[in-house]
């Protein structure tokens, strides 16, 4: 199904505005991530499958459950992975990395392999995605993460049944622990891969960072996953901190507060939503979506799903700002359009410029009114700071790279 691999990141930074800083010399391990794309896949489907679990449950009550806000991992057109072993000696499973989801599970392709680290609990697992589920029994094992991250007795779902995910294995999870709750029998949360990390000593802070970085063939070898610490080769100028939103459903995620301008005009107030390493694009609420579309001029392109441009208007494009905790993300003409030599992966037509600003299908005021997507992260470089309740941004060498 899927067409290329490419590599990503992850890392994590120490200076703070108005938070508290990650320490710049706590251990830290770096692991490449792979990037995959489906041939002609709509991103834009996938996207909404993901988007529409989210907004339409319901979240009143308590306590809050998995099922109750789960979203989907799988992104038909655009998935992220990892080689992660599980077991001793261990057998790799290709893992969808996610930030959007807490549970680390195998078997949707490759059999799960018992070894003599596999203890079976008895407590049955099941997750259900905007678009796929898998159930099955839920372990302790070993994973390896790398050669430096190996996590004794990780509670991981073993898949008797999966659906919605092709060419890959699972999914390693490192979203909040409370997106866990009620996916087990009997448990009341599972301790994620980053929770153990932290609590057995191997991370002295449980932090995990994005560095990704803008891609234009199948070739590429863009990012990496960092635990634990700071790469501080993968930022320019300060990082800065801005804390979790406490607005639900955002607040289940990791949610920030933001607003947005364009040209100089607000087109979303403050408001809450989520940062998403599983989302492709940029998802703002309905009312934000009409003024940007109005600014821009762009017209819906039925084909892809995407907002397209002339070369005209693609001259005149002004930043996008995403202004979190004070501080202006500037995201430039380039960094707002689809990489054009990528163009027939997602449906496209060669030579057309499409955008990935897109309609999240909701007005603002709703608790979640929009989505950072992965198209934003390869921009800025990320932190997500279980630890401190934080995320942390800054520019990096790509983001006014005009690569697109």
């Not at 391990?29 to 709509?42: S, Y």
């Not at 992220?80 to 599980?86: D, H, L, R, W």
């Not at 077991?87 to 959007?100: E, H, K, N, V």
């Not at 997500?384 to 942390?392: A, E, M, R, V, Y």
Request: glycine residues 10%; aromatic residues 10%.
């Amino acid at each position: 199904m899927f067409k290329f691999s490419a590599l990503l990141s992850l890392c994590l930074v120490a200076l703070s505005v108005s938070a508290t800083p990650v320490p710049v010399d706590s251990p830290k391990v770096t692991i490449p991530i792979a990037r995959r794309f489906a041939a002609d896949g709509n991103i834009v489907a996938a996207d909404r499958a993901r988007i529409e679990a989210i907004k339409s449950k319901d979240y009143s009550g308590a306590p809050h459950k998995r099922a109750a806000y789960s979203i989907a991992v799988t992104n038909t057109a655009v998935t992220y992975t990892a080689p992660i072993g599980v077991g001793s000696p261990a057998t790799t499973y290709t893992l969808l990395i996610d930030t959007g989801s807490s549970n680390t599970w195998v078997g949707a392709s490759k059999a799960y392999v018992k070894t003599s680290t596999s203890v079976d609990t008895g407590d049955a697992v099941a997750v259900t995605y905007g678009s796929g589920s898998f159930s099955g029994t839920e372990y302790y094992d070993t994973v390896t993460i790398s050669s430096s991250l190996v996590i004794p007795n990780q509670s991981i779902g073993v898949a008797s049944t999966a659906t919605g995910f092709s060419g890959v294995d699972g999914i390693l999870g490192i979203g909040p622990t409370i997106l866990t709750e009620g996916t087990v029998t009997g448990v009341t949360e599972v301790p994620t891969v980053s929770d153990n990390l932290y609590s057995q000593g191997t991370i002295t802070t449980e932090v995990v960072g994005v560095s990704y970085a803008p891609t234009t063939s199948d070739a590429d070898t863009n990012g990496e996953l960092t635990f634990g610490g700071v790469d501080t080769t993968k930022y320019t100028g300060t990082l800065a901190y801005t804390p979790l939103t406490t607005t639900e459903p955002a607040s289940y995620y990791w949610g920030i507060n933001q607003d947005i301008t364009y040209n100089g005009a607000t087109i979303l107030a403050t408001t809450a939503g989520i940062v998403d390493t599983g989302t492709t694009l940029v998802y703002l609420a309905s009312n934000a979506y009409t003024k940007y579309v109005s600014a821009t001029g762009a017209k819906l392109d039925a084909t892809t799903g995407l907002l397209k441009v002339t070369s005209a208007q693609y001259a005149a494009l002004k930043p996008l700002d995403f202004v979190i905790g004070g501080v202006t993300y500037a995201l430039t003409a380039n960094g707002q359009i689809w990489p054009r030599s990528l163009n027939t992966y997602i449906g496209g037509t060669t030579g057309s410029i499409y955008l990935i600003v897109n309609n999240l299908g909701t007005p603002s005021g709703e608790g979640l009114d929009f989505i950072n997507g992965y198209t934003f992260l390869e921009r800025f470089y990320a932190v997500f700071d279980t630890t401190n309740k934080q995320l942390g941004f800054a520019t990096t060498t790509y983001t006014t790279a005009t690569t697109n």
